[in-house]
């Protein structure tokens, strides 16, 4: 007689119609140590890769620099310590760690620095001039590789002299007339009111992580929809005055505010949500993917296999680009399987981001179930002959897929990596052997 197994949660959670032998590989990220994040409760230790040092901002908000093939633990959206998982990025600022950014519209760089993160950064000081009109500071210009597609910036902002509850940031094509779209992030809460989609921009999220001393870490990501007569795009930050004003007449010499560490990305290692300030010094820098793998060799049952996967994210369905007939691959849990190849995947499918949504394969599946919610539930259920795809338990998709029993996975390994925008936080991954409905495995 087969005996069930308990796993031990806090929320009572359990897998009351399985035998030890049907639970193939099982994870669970939020309750397993640091030093144990690469050893499954059930499965084979696994191993963690980054070519680079990753910045990252740690649960106290301080800035940190891990050493390559290191795994590193930031908060999640819901407030847990939790393994990480970020794409590549390369930050086309040239050089933000002397003397914070250099250009603007009205706007004065007062003299002296101000020394951030120990002295890996110096933030410049910024006032308003005496024109009336916006004040505004430019991050930095991007005249090369220019096409449609997602660009991000962020920097390091501390209001000193202005409003201390707003902030706005804004991208702008430059062409046979400039084209500008601003967001408004409200400091204090970290919410941001986008503006209207244009012919030429569609905003798609701004934010903010506070950090200690008054600092906090902003940016905005907007997508590019068209490249006509655009010469160059170009990010900035305005300054607001003490009324929460950022239209006004400065008198040159009041502190505003203090800018820098700030990045640029587009569209080569796109960004709705960045990462950390990468220290730049002199040339663009690149932080590799992060890749984490366990090995995972075992054949297909012939009574199928339902696999189970959990994260949280910082980017939802809503504040995805158009899709503009491209198939991006988002969150991706392994390739897809391949009839010709004789092969499967250990998830069975690729996420991928289709027509602006977050779904699995969904270039041969039909039905979607957008991603609302910060908290990210997928579940597949594969048998010799279809592909069942389910979120949150809820069945969404169904596909015809053949493939026989006794196949070898390839890769013969678990891979989770993030290809682009933004990071995902680690919290259960379960492979069990048979059909299995994924209700019972939701935490």
Same mark, same amino acid.
């Given at each position: 007689?087969?005996?069930?197994?308990?796993?031990?949660?806090?929320?009572?959670?359990?897998?009351?119609?399985?035998?030890?032998?049907?639970?193939?590989?099982?994870?669970?990220?939020?309750?397993?140590?640091?030093?144990?994040? /690469?050893?499954?409760?059930?499965?084979?230790?696994?191993?963690?890769?980054?070519?680079?040092?990753?910045?990252?901002?740690?649960?106290?908000?301080?800035?940190?620099?891990?050493?390559?093939?290191?795994?590193?633990?930031?908060?999640?959206?819901?407030?847990?310590? /939790?393994?990480?998982?970020? !794409?590549?990025?390369?930050?086309?600022?040239?050089?933000?760690?002397?003397?914070?950014?250099?250009?603007?519209?009205?706007?004065?760089? +007062?003299?002296?620095?101000?020394?951030?993160?120990?002295? +890996?950064?110096? %933030?410049?000081?910024?006032?308003?001039?005496?024109?009336?009109?916006?004040?505004?500071?430019?991050?930095?210009?991007?005249?090369?590789?220019?096409?449609?597609?997602?660009?991000?910036? $962020?920097?390091?902002?501390?209001?000193?002299?202005?409003?201390?509850? %707003?902030?706005?940031?804004?991208?702008?094509?430059?062409?046979?007339?400039?084209?500008? *779209?601003?967001?408004?992030?409200?400091?204090?809460?970290?919410?941001?009111? %986008?503006?209207?989609? *244009?012919?030429?921009?569609?905003?798609?999220?701004?934010?903010?992580?506070?950090?200690?001393?008054?600092?906090?870490?902003?940016?905005?990501?907007?997508?590019?929809?068209?490249?006509?007569?655009?010469?160059?795009?170009?990010?900035?930050?305005?300054?607001?005055?003490?009324?929460?004003?950022?239209?006004?007449?400065?008198?040159?010499?009041?502190?505003?505010?203090?800018?820098?560490?700030?990045?640029?990305?587009? !569209?080569?290692?796109?960004?709705?949500?960045?990462?950390? &300030?990468?220290?730049?010094?002199?040339?663009?820098?690149?932080?590799?993917?992060?890749?984490?793998?366990? !090995?995972?060799?075992?054949?297909?049952?012939?009574?199928?296999?339902?696999?189970?996967?959990?994260?949280?994210?910082?980017? /939802? $369905?809503?504040?995805?680009? !158009?899709?503009?007939?491209?198939?991006?691959?988002?969150?991706?849990?392994?390739?897809?399987?391949?009839?010709?190849?004789?092969?499967?995947?250990?998830?069975?499918?690729?996420?991928?981001?289709?027509?602006?949504? +977050?779904?699995?394969?969904?270039?041969?599946?039909?039905?979607?179930?957008?991603?609302?919610? $910060?908290?990210?539930?997928?579940?597949?259920?594969?048998?010799? $002959?279809?592909?069942?795809?389910?979120?949150?338990?809820?069945?969404?998709?169904?596909?015809?897929?053949?493939?026989?029993?006794?196949?070898?996975?390839?890769?013969?390994?678990?891979?989770?990596?993030?290809?682009?925008?933004? &990071?995902?936080?680690?919290?259960?991954?379960? %492979?069990?052997?048979?059909?299995?409905? &994924?209700?019972? /495995?939701?935490?």
């Amino acid at each position: 007689m087969r005996q069930p197994i308990w796993l031990r949660r806090p929320s009572g959670f359990r897998l009351t119609d399985l035998a030890a032998r049907r639970l193939l590989f099982y994870h669970d990220f939020a309750l397993a140590p640091q030093q144990a994040s /690469l050893r499954p409760v059930v499965g084979n230790a696994g191993s963690f890769s980054r070519a680079t040092t990753r910045p990252y901002f740690d649960e106290n908000g301080a800035y940190k620099e891990t050493a390559p093939n290191e795994l590193i633990f930031t908060q999640s959206p819901s407030g847990l310590l /939790l393994p990480t998982i970020w !794409p590549a990025a390369t930050n086309l600022v040239t050089n933000n760690s002397s003397n914070g950014p250099s250009g603007g519209f009205q706007r004065v760089k +007062l003299s002296g620095t101000v020394s951030w993160a120990g002295g +890996l950064f110096n %933030l410049g000081r910024y006032a308003a001039d005496t024109n009336t009109g916006e004040h505004r500071v430019t991050l930095g210009t991007i005249t090369s590789g220019i096409s449609v597609g997602v660009y991000c910036a $962020s920097a390091i902002y501390k209001p000193t002299g202005g409003s201390s509850a %707003l902030a706005r940031m804004s991208w702008e094509a430059v062409a046979g007339s400039n084209e500008a *779209t601003a967001a408004i992030i409200d400091l204090v809460s970290g919410a941001a009111t %986008l503006p209207p989609e *244009t012919s030429r921009w569609k905003p798609l999220k701004a934010g903010r992580i506070a950090l200690p001393g008054g600092y906090y870490y902003i940016f905005f990501a907007a997508y590019l929809k068209s490249t006509s007569n655009v010469t160059a795009v170009n990010s900035q930050i305005n300054l607001f005055n003490a009324s929460g004003d950022y239209s006004f007449t400065g008198d040159g010499t009041t502190e505003l505010a203090l800018v820098g560490a700030h990045c640029l990305f587009g !569209p080569t290692t796109p960004f709705i949500y960045p990462p950390a &300030p990468i220290r730049t010094t002199g040339s663009t820098v690149t932080v590799a993917q992060d890749v984490l793998s366990f !090995p995972f060799s075992t054949p297909f049952p012939s009574e199928g296999l339902t696999a189970h996967f959990e994260a949280e994210l910082s980017v /939802l $369905s809503s504040e995805l680009p !158009p899709s503009d007939g491209q198939n991006w691959h988002f969150y991706n849990l392994g390739t897809p399987d391949t009839a010709a190849g004789g092969t499967y995947s250990p998830f069975g499918a690729t996420v991928s981001i289709i027509r602006g949504e +977050l779904q699995l394969d969904n270039t041969a599946a039909t039905g979607s179930q957008p991603v609302s919610s $910060s908290y990210w539930r997928e579940s597949v259920q594969l048998t010799l $002959s279809e592909e069942t795809y389910w979120r949150n338990g809820v069945q969404y998709a169904t596909r015809t897929q053949s493939r026989p029993a006794g196949m070898n996975p390839s890769p013969a390994s678990i891979g989770i990596s993030v290809a682009r925008y933004a &990071p995902i936080w680690l919290r259960r991954y379960a %492979l069990v052997k048979g059909i299995v409905n &994924p209700k019972l /495995l939701l935490t």
